[in-house]
Protein backbone atom coordinates (compact mmCIF):
# COMPACT_ATOMS: atom_id res chain seq x y z
CA UNK A 1 0.00 0.00 0.00
CA UNK A 2 1.31 3.63 -1.03
CA UNK A 3 3.59 4.79 2.29
CA UNK A 4 1.87 8.07 2.27
CA UNK A 5 -1.40 7.60 1.16
CA UNK A 6 -1.83 5.16 4.07
CA UNK A 7 -1.02 7.62 6.77
CA UNK A 8 -3.66 9.89 5.34
CA UNK A 9 -6.70 7.45 3.82
CA UNK A 10 -7.89 6.85 7.83
CA UNK A 11 -8.26 10.72 8.57
CA UNK A 12 -9.68 11.63 5.52
CA UNK A 13 -12.54 9.08 5.66
CA UNK A 14 -13.34 10.29 8.87
CA UNK A 15 -13.91 14.06 7.96
CA UNK A 16 -16.17 13.03 4.50
CA UNK A 17 -17.88 11.00 7.02
CA UNK A 18 -19.68 14.79 6.82
CA UNK A 19 -21.13 15.74 3.44
CA UNK A 20 -20.32 18.92 4.38
CA UNK A 21 -16.68 18.75 4.90
CA UNK A 22 -15.10 18.58 1.49
CA UNK A 23 -11.72 16.70 1.99
CA UNK A 24 -8.85 16.17 -0.74
CA UNK A 25 -5.63 14.96 -1.19
CA UNK A 26 -2.54 15.28 -3.62
CA UNK A 27 1.10 14.25 -4.26
CA UNK A 28 3.89 16.55 -4.59
CA UNK A 29 7.00 15.55 -6.13
CA UNK A 30 10.27 17.17 -6.60
CA UNK A 31 11.62 16.85 -10.55
CA UNK A 32 15.35 16.87 -9.56
CA UNK A 33 15.97 15.94 -5.87
CA UNK A 34 12.91 13.21 -6.07
CA UNK A 35 11.06 14.79 -2.47
CA UNK A 36 7.73 14.12 -1.94
CA UNK A 37 5.23 15.78 -0.05
CA UNK A 38 1.63 14.89 0.58
CA UNK A 39 -1.12 17.10 1.28
CA UNK A 40 -4.37 16.72 2.88
CA UNK A 41 -7.28 19.57 3.42
CA UNK A 42 -10.47 19.13 4.84
CA UNK A 43 -12.81 22.08 4.80
CA UNK A 44 -12.94 24.86 2.27
CA UNK A 45 -9.99 26.43 1.73
CA UNK A 46 -11.46 29.95 0.80
CA UNK A 47 -14.32 30.32 3.63
CA UNK A 48 -14.59 31.73 7.23
CA UNK A 49 -15.14 27.64 8.53
CA UNK A 50 -12.42 25.77 9.91
CA UNK A 51 -9.62 24.69 7.23
CA UNK A 52 -6.99 22.22 8.04
CA UNK A 53 -4.07 21.58 5.84
CA UNK A 54 -1.44 18.67 7.09
CA UNK A 55 1.42 18.70 4.73
CA UNK A 56 3.83 15.18 5.14
CA UNK A 57 7.23 15.78 3.79
CA UNK A 58 9.96 13.49 2.90
CA UNK A 59 12.77 15.83 1.15
CA UNK A 60 15.01 14.23 -1.42
CA UNK A 61 18.65 15.61 -2.45
CA UNK A 62 16.48 19.21 -3.34
CA UNK A 63 17.26 20.13 0.45
CA UNK A 64 20.21 20.05 2.58
CA UNK A 65 18.14 21.38 6.01
CA UNK A 66 14.80 22.43 6.60
CA UNK A 67 13.88 25.86 6.60
CA UNK A 68 13.12 27.24 10.03
CA UNK A 69 9.07 27.80 10.87
CA UNK A 70 8.75 30.86 10.36
CA UNK A 71 9.99 30.86 6.91
CA UNK A 72 8.62 27.48 6.12
CA UNK A 73 4.68 29.21 6.98
CA UNK A 74 5.71 31.74 4.31
CA UNK A 75 6.96 29.67 1.57
CA UNK A 76 3.77 27.32 2.00
CA UNK A 77 1.28 29.09 2.88
CA UNK A 78 2.27 32.08 0.20
CA UNK A 79 -0.89 31.75 -1.59
CA UNK A 80 -2.82 33.19 1.70
CA UNK A 81 -0.33 35.87 1.98
CA UNK A 82 0.55 35.37 5.76
CA UNK A 83 1.19 38.85 7.84
CA UNK A 84 1.55 39.37 11.39
CA UNK A 85 3.46 36.13 11.30
CA UNK A 86 5.24 34.81 15.33
CA UNK A 87 7.39 32.31 16.12
CA UNK A 88 5.60 31.19 19.51
CA UNK A 89 8.00 30.08 22.66
CA UNK A 90 5.77 27.64 23.71
CA UNK A 91 5.84 23.99 21.76
CA UNK A 92 2.38 22.27 21.39
CA UNK A 93 2.38 19.03 23.02
CA UNK A 94 1.26 16.34 20.34
CA UNK A 95 1.09 12.41 19.98
CA UNK A 96 3.69 13.45 17.13
CA UNK A 97 6.11 15.47 20.00
CA UNK A 98 6.24 18.91 20.23
CA UNK A 99 5.63 21.63 17.59
CA UNK A 100 6.33 24.75 17.20
CA UNK A 101 3.38 27.03 16.51
CA UNK A 102 3.27 29.94 13.72
CA UNK A 103 0.35 32.32 14.54
CA UNK A 104 -0.49 34.01 11.09
CA UNK A 105 -3.17 36.83 9.82
CA UNK A 106 -4.67 35.61 5.91
CA UNK A 107 -3.89 38.76 3.90
CA UNK A 108 -5.28 37.23 0.34
CA UNK A 109 -9.09 36.09 -0.05
CA UNK A 110 -11.33 35.68 2.94
CA UNK A 111 -10.23 36.81 6.23
CA UNK A 112 -9.27 34.53 8.54
CA UNK A 113 -6.32 33.89 11.23
CA UNK A 114 -4.49 30.70 11.16
CA UNK A 115 -2.18 28.47 13.98
CA UNK A 116 0.62 27.07 11.66
CA UNK A 117 2.66 23.98 12.88
CA UNK A 118 6.17 22.63 11.90
CA UNK A 119 7.79 19.44 13.06
CA UNK A 120 10.77 18.42 11.82
CA UNK A 121 12.83 15.18 12.23
CA UNK A 122 15.86 13.54 11.41
CA UNK A 123 15.53 9.75 11.67
CA UNK A 124 13.52 9.48 9.62
CA UNK A 125 14.02 12.57 7.40
CA UNK A 126 10.66 14.25 7.64
CA UNK A 127 8.59 17.11 8.05
CA UNK A 128 4.95 17.49 9.48
CA UNK A 129 3.27 20.93 9.03
CA UNK A 130 0.52 23.07 8.18
CA UNK A 131 -2.29 25.35 9.59
CA UNK A 132 -5.24 25.58 10.49
CA UNK A 133 -7.67 28.59 9.82
CA UNK A 134 -10.94 29.67 10.95
CA UNK A 135 -12.90 33.00 10.24
CA UNK A 136 -13.13 35.73 12.95
CA UNK A 137 -11.27 37.81 15.31
CA UNK A 138 -9.74 34.36 17.72
CA UNK A 139 -7.48 31.49 16.28
CA UNK A 140 -8.21 28.11 16.83
CA UNK A 141 -7.33 26.69 20.37
CA UNK A 142 -4.21 24.77 20.30
CA UNK A 143 -6.26 21.85 21.93
CA UNK A 144 -8.14 21.90 18.92
CA UNK A 145 -5.35 21.56 16.61
CA UNK A 146 -3.59 18.61 18.73
CA UNK A 147 -6.81 17.26 18.70
CA UNK A 148 -7.76 17.24 15.20
CA UNK A 149 -3.44 15.79 14.73
CA UNK A 150 -4.58 12.89 16.92
CA UNK A 151 -6.27 10.95 14.43
CA UNK A 152 -3.53 11.18 12.22
CA UNK A 153 -2.67 7.32 11.48
CA UNK A 154 -0.16 5.15 9.21
CA UNK A 155 -1.72 1.76 8.16
CA UNK A 156 1.04 0.76 6.46
CA UNK A 157 4.55 1.93 5.72
CA UNK A 158 5.80 -0.13 3.12
CA UNK A 159 9.68 -0.03 2.75
CA UNK A 160 10.44 2.57 5.50
CA UNK A 161 10.13 1.13 8.50
CA UNK A 162 11.29 4.21 10.21
CA UNK A 163 8.91 5.89 9.31
CA UNK A 164 6.31 3.35 10.62
CA UNK A 165 7.92 3.15 13.69
CA UNK A 166 7.72 6.90 14.04
CA UNK A 167 3.32 6.06 13.59
CA UNK A 168 4.00 3.81 15.80
CA UNK A 169 5.36 5.74 18.52
CA UNK A 170 3.20 8.35 18.33
CA UNK A 171 -0.10 5.97 18.51
CA UNK A 172 1.43 5.25 22.23
CA UNK A 173 1.79 9.12 22.89
CA UNK A 174 -1.88 9.72 21.94
CA UNK A 175 -3.93 11.57 24.34
CA UNK A 176 -7.36 11.31 22.90
CA UNK A 177 -8.00 14.60 22.87
CA UNK A 178 -7.26 15.14 27.16
CA UNK A 179 -8.65 11.74 27.79
CA UNK A 180 -5.95 8.58 27.77
CA UNK A 181 -8.39 5.87 27.88
CA UNK A 182 -9.61 5.66 24.63
CA UNK A 183 -12.68 3.60 25.52
CA UNK A 184 -14.27 6.04 27.64
CA UNK A 185 -13.50 8.78 25.30
CA UNK A 186 -11.96 7.99 21.88
CA UNK A 187 -10.96 10.62 19.88
CA UNK A 188 -14.26 12.63 17.60
CA UNK A 189 -14.80 12.03 14.34
CA UNK A 190 -13.95 15.88 12.84
CA UNK A 191 -17.47 16.50 11.38
CA UNK A 192 -18.20 16.87 15.13
CA UNK A 193 -15.67 19.03 15.43
CA UNK A 194 -16.17 21.10 12.48
CA UNK A 195 -19.87 21.87 13.84
CA UNK A 196 -18.43 22.16 17.20
CA UNK A 197 -16.45 25.08 16.04
CA UNK A 198 -18.61 26.35 13.84
CA UNK A 199 -21.28 26.58 16.46
CA UNK A 200 -18.19 28.64 18.72
CA UNK A 201 -18.03 31.15 15.97
CA UNK A 202 -22.02 31.95 15.83
CA UNK A 203 -22.03 32.26 19.65
CA UNK A 204 -18.90 34.45 19.89
CA UNK A 205 -20.71 36.72 16.94
CA UNK A 206 -23.83 36.53 18.61
CA UNK A 207 -22.17 37.59 22.31
CA UNK A 208 -20.90 41.09 20.26
Wanted: charged share 25%; glycine share 8%.
Amino acid sequence: MDRYRAAVRRLRAIYTGSPDVPASYAIRRHTVGNGRKDILTLGEPDSTAPFLRVEIYRPGNEIGRYADPVAEMILSADALGPVEMQHLEKPLATKFGPLTLVPFIVSKGTPRRCLGFVRAYDNPRMQLSGWFCQGGTEFVEQSTLACALDRLTLLSAGSEPKVGALFAQAELNRSYCGQRDPILAATPKYHLLWKALANSQETRRAGR
